[in-house]
């Protein structure tokens, strides 16, 4: 492989039916000073898979930022810590729509380490207008979300 390769796309993950998978692994960084994955990054981890889930589901987030239309907000969060992950421990965040409305959507997210649920959290995003104000969000997003959330599979 030399410099004028291509350079390989990142890893967005990929959807199994309605469900989306993201594989992660866990660097020295990512850990505190007992060894363990500091609490916070569970957070970034499943904000990371939620980002590429709609991505790759045809949610053009940044087109519609950019374009003065909206942005999402975390508007409800409850996350449970089962059991901790530790240096070079090979996780999937896995992504689920649980329900969507006009103006928000719910997705329920597990860190796994195999068949290990480390951490589960249920999360509540809104569509906000520039100014922070609750709107519908595109027809064509609730939509896929509609679609993902009957257990559909968007990506055949």
């Not at 000073?33 to 916070?40: D, E, F, I, P, R």
């Not at 939620?50 to 409800?76: C, F, K, N, P």
């Not at 240096?87 to 928000?104: G, H």
């Amino acid at each position: 492989m030399s410099l004028s390769d291509p350079m390989p796309a990142p890893a967005t993950g990929r959807f199994l039916s309605a469900v989306h998978h993201f594989p992660l692994r866990i660097y020295f960084e990512d850990t505190d000073l007992s060894g363990l994955v500091y609490h916070a990054n569970y957070l970034r981890y499943m904000e990371r898979a939620r980002s590429d889930m709609l991505r790759i589901a045809g949610i053009d987030q940044r087109s519609e930022h950019e374009g003065g239309s909206g942005v999402y907000a975390v508007t409800d969060l409850a996350i449970r810590y089962r059991r901790p992950a530790r240096l070079d421990d090979e996780l999937m965040v896995v992504s689920r729509v649980a329900a969507v409305r006009s103006a928000s959507c719910t997705i329920d997210q597990s860190v796994m380490r195999g068949d290990e649920e480390l951490t589960n959290a249920t999360i509540t995003v809104a569509w906000l207008t520039p100014q922070g104000r609750p709107q519908r969000q595109p027809k064509a997003w609730t939509d896929i979300y509609t679609r993902l959330c009957q257990g559909e599979d968007i990506h055949p």
